[in-house]
């Protein structure tokens, strides 16, 4: 068993705004062993974005509440310390890449100036020739000239904005990035040279990472694992090569993969799932899927435990559950 | 790059030079269309015609109208900026012994409001919908919404007449003493800065809570910033882009505010020299102080902009 980087326990998220109590994640575990990568994959609105702000602690003030279980980085329980301690942690023992680099930067700091803050922070040690030049190798590292750091953002493209918020995460070599759809934002050439640079970097210094995308290509590309969440929960969870042989899924994920098109066959239609995300200010019990699932019975108004159906494949599925009589594997 | 600054800072300082000649024109003009005579005012209602006559040639008021303008704008260069009838002395000496008074006071107030304004605007939006934000919110909605005049009295009323301990007219030079000019010139502060407090914590309030939340702000919470840091050097900063402009047009409002404020304190600034000197149609001397502000003004406007190079790179192309 190799070292956790990230211990996720039974997290629920809430939103609390004016209009409605939202329940944004519900009862999720996740562990990630260090140099590892997870692919988190969920349609918009499934609770990606908002695990990767909860491991940070970056939820929005007064808004954003953890009302139950305990997320641990690299040993320190994030919700246990000061955030004094907390900003020790940010950027050094987990960095985060956000969706849109467009917005990512600070307009009016000078992209060296952006990649030297994280860096002064965190290695108190070097001395201000260090810095620069530690600076200079990050904008190497990710293949823009050093003598383009004191340029500001609007003058670089998006990728290469990309390029430099991914410096940054990387600036401290961090034990554990989250990559909150780094490549969305970007185009198709761009994407496929991004996620070369990234998992590049991540081999050469060890990181491990959580990607947060809803492209499948993107996780068979670079990840080890991959995690399905939906409505809040992770429904299936398992190593790559046993969720992309595409059989013995969760009902969502099976609906996921069918609405990939196929490039082969003439399509008219997009094979979409049927129904809409549950409303999420809704707290739900039983499957939260059964509403949209063809397999739907009574078994599923129970609350859904996650089954190991191979080893290291786990769907939360009740026809999946063999000492309740689950059907789905014979 | 250097020299494409240097040639855009030189492109807007003629172009001011430009609007301040224009605005001669516009000036000189006006002067002709206001109506009453500088010399009846001058002479009384006794005065002969003749002594009319002898007093207008005298001034150069029976010239052709283009050649006082030149008169004028030649009396600019020779530092005199013309003779003012009813003081019967050069109005650049009159203005002079003015403009140090009104510079005083604006100057302080700007200060003052630009301080306590930004840090007000700050503490609100930073905690938005606690009761600190509301109590500051509905102070500044009283600060725009109280008319100067009455804060003045008002003031007066307490600190001069109940209290004492501060003189309710009257200006006090630096020169006599730091105590005796603080008395002097703290109410007239307060009273002109009071409507520019107001306005730029709401300003910054909205500034701030446009910037709070930005993808960049998430950046700098995520590299481990510390909270005092994040606020002044990432939201901050950028909040002050869009402040810039409304804080540098509050100084020109004030240049003009400061009339209203001047003569509640009976102060010998620029603004009761031109209400004096509009009572007694001394228009040279009118339209010399409505120049000298507006200089002021359109210098004020000049820096902003060179000062917008520099906190806001995306401006310099």
């Known amino acids: 068993m190799s070292e956790k980087v990230l211990e996720i326990k039974n997290l629920s998220v809430e939103y609390n705004t004016e209009i409605a109590t939202i329940f944004a994640v519900n009862g999720l575990d996740m562990d990630l062993d260090a140099g590892e990568t997870l692919g988190l994959v969920g349609e918009t609105g499934a609770g990606k974005t908002t695990t990767a702000k909860a491991i940070m602690r970056i939820l929005p003030e007064k808004v954003g509440e953890i009302t139950s279980g305990n997320i641990v980085v690299d040993g320190k329980d994030v919700y246990a310390i000061s955030e004094a301690e907390m900003c020790n942690i940010r950027g050094k023992v987990v960095s985060m890449v956000f969706q849109d680099p467009m917005s990512a930067l600070n307009p009016i700091m000078t992209v060296g100036d952006q990649i030297k803050e994280v860096i002064r922070i965190h290695e108190k040690k070097l001395t201000k020739e260090q810095i620069d030049k530690k600076v200079d190798e990050m904008m190497e590292l990710v293949g823009i000239p050093a003598n383009r750091k004191v340029e500001y953002p609007h003058e670089f493209s998006g990728g290469m904005k990309q390029r430099i918020v991914i410096a940054i995460a990387l600036a401290c070599e961090p034990k554990l990035i989250l990559a909150d759809e780094p490549t969305t934002a970007l185009d198709v050439t761009i994407q496929a040279q991004m996620l070369a640079l990234i998992k590049d970097l991540q081999r050469r210094l060890g990181t491990a990472m959580l990607l947060i995308t809803h492209d499948f290509g993107v996780v068979a590309q670079i990840c080890e694992k991959v995690a399905v969440m939906y409505a809040g929960e992770i429904i299936e969870y398992g190593p790559v090569e046993k969720i992309f042989d595409h059989e013995n899924l969760h009902p969502y994920t099976i609906g996921l993969f069918r609405s990939i098109p196929n490039l082969k066959v003439k399509t008219a239609r997009l094979n979409a799932i049927d129904g809409m995300m549950p409303d999420p200010s809704v707290k739900l019990h039983g499957c939260h899927f059964a509403p949209r699932c063809k397999y739907a019975s009574e078994r599923c108004k129970a609350d859904q435990k996650m089954i190991e159906t191979e080893p290291g494949h786990f769907i939360r599925c009740c026809r999946f559950d063999k000492e309740q009589g689950g059907s789905a594997n014979e | ?317």
């Open chain 2, 1 to 317: 790059m250097k020299g494409k600054q240097v040639r855009k800072i030189l492109k807007r300082v003629l172009q001011s030079l430009i609007t301040i000649v224009l605005l001669t024109v516009i000036l000189f003009l006006l002067m002709q269309l206001i109506p009453g005579n500088p010399i009846i005012n001058f002479l009384g209602s006794n005065a002969t015609d003749e002594e009319i006559a002898y007093y207008t040639h005298l001034y150069g008021y029976d010239l052709p109208v283009w050649q006082q303008y030149v008169n004028w704008i030649k009396s600019m260069f020779d530092g005199t900026m013309g003779f003012s009838v009813s003081l019967q002395r050069n109005v650049s000496e009159i203005i002079f012994s003015r403009i140090g008074v009104t510079l005083t006071l604006v100057t302080w107030a700007f200060i003052v409001s630009v301080i306590l304004g930004v840090a007000f605007g700050i503490i609100a939006a930073l905690n938005r919908g606690k009761a600190v934000d509301t109590v500051i919110s509905i102070l500044s909605n009283a600060g725009i919404a109280m008319p100067v005049f009455w804060i003045g009295i008002i003031l007066i009323l307490i600190f001069a007449i109940r209290l004492g301990i501060c003189p309710s007219y009257g200006y006090t030079p630096i020169s006599k003493g730091l105590g005796p000019w603080f008395r002097g010139i703290v109410l007239p502060v307060t009273v002109l800065s009071f409507p520019s407090i107001s306005i730029f914590a709401r300003q910054t309030r909205s500034s701030m809570l446009d910037v709070i939340n930005q993808d960049y702000v998430m950046t700098a919470k995520s590299k481990g910033v510390k909270k005092r840091d994040i606020i002044f050097k990432h939201q901050l900063r950028n909040a002050l882009v869009p402040l810039l402009t409304i804080i540098v047009n509050r100084f020109a409002q004030m240049m003009g505010a400061t009339v209203l404020t001047e003569n509640i304190f009976t102060l010998p600034g620029m603004g009761s020299l031109m209400i004096n000197s509009i009572n007694s149609r001394d228009l040279q001397l009118f339209v010399d102080c409505i120049l000298v502000i507006a200089v002021f003004v359109t210098v004020a406007n000049l820096i902003v902009d060179i000062l917008y190079g520099f906190i806001d790179p995306r401006t310099k192309e």
